[in-house]
């Protein structure tokens, strides 16, 4: 895996109007219906509305896992973690959407209109023909200085590459001119450097059409989540 299909994954999240909700029911049978999200943006979370009654909300009295799903073509994204119920008027307010206004003809502080709120631990993904399965720790250990996945890169074994942050900015192919940057800044990686992307790390993330990212970016991504995290 690596920091390209962490980037398709967040493309197809957020290009899906309905999604695939997992919750165990009353009787401890699985329970999957769809279900629109709430401006889908990546893989970390999700919001959905529901209706304090719906059958949803009432699996939720007995635990909190569950699973969502996004579909794309030959796509797909599992994410696997922990649901809450959102009642709170802030939130409800914030997430509120007009078309909601033919569930709940009260508004946002209708009382029977709440906010589910989904927490990604464990990601399964197929994606152009490519696999992967990682938790949300894993991903948001920093691996580099560009913010690159060297944990499930191929050059790890193949070559005896420790990576940047092992080799002191020195993996196999030499010295590298982005983690040379970081570490002479003294930053653990480009997420904390308020010039990213800068044109060394854009030189790599969106002008390489042989080796840079697919989609551009992808590795910028990846910094500004280990970015966000750390704060």
């Known amino acids: 895996m690596n920091a390209n299909i962490f980037a398709k994954a967040a493309q197809i999240i957020k290009a899906c109007d309905v999604a695939y909700i997992g919750l165990v029911d009353e009787a401890g049978y699985p329970m999957v219906s769809t279900i629109a999200p709430i401006n889908p943006d990546s893989i970390f979370e999700a919001y959905f509305a529901t209706g304090t009654r719906s059958n949803k909300c009432k699996c939720l009295q007995k635990g909190s896992q569950g699973s969502v799903c996004y579909h794309s073509g030959g ?24 078309e909601f206004k033919d569930f709940w003809p009260q508004g946002e502080s209708d009382p029977a209109y709440c906010v589910l709120k989904f927490t990604t631990r464990r990601v399964l993904l197929w994606i152009d023909n490519e696999s992967a399965s990682f938790t949300i720790d894993e991903l948001l250990t920093v691996q580099s200085r560009c913010g690159l996945l060297c ?3 191929m050059f790890r074994e193949s070559h005896n590459c420790g990576g940047c942050v092992e080799t ?18 003294g930053l ?4 904390d450097c308020p010039e990213i992307p800068c044109d060394k790390l854009r030189a ?3 002008d390489d059409p042989d080796h840079g990212d697919n989609p ?8 500004q989540a280990w970015a966000t995290i750390a704060r």
């Not at 002191?168 to 800044?185: I, L």
């Not at 653990?188 to 997420?191: F, I, K, N, S």
């Not at 551009?216 to 910094?223: D, H, Q, T, W, Y």
């Open 151 to 153: 944990k499930w890169c």
């Open 204 to 206: 790599y993330s969106y």
């Open 216 to 223: 551009p970016g992808a590795r910028v991504a990846i910094c």
């Open 75 to 98: 796509d797909n994204i599992t994410l696997v973690g922990d649901v809450e119920v959102l009642t709170d008027q802030p939130t409800k307010s914030r997430l509120w959407q007009d």
């Open 168 to 185: 002191n900015g020195h993996p196999f192919h030499g010295e590298c001119p982005v983690a040379t940057c970081c570490q002479q800044k």
């Open 188 to 191: 653990p990686h480009c997420g």
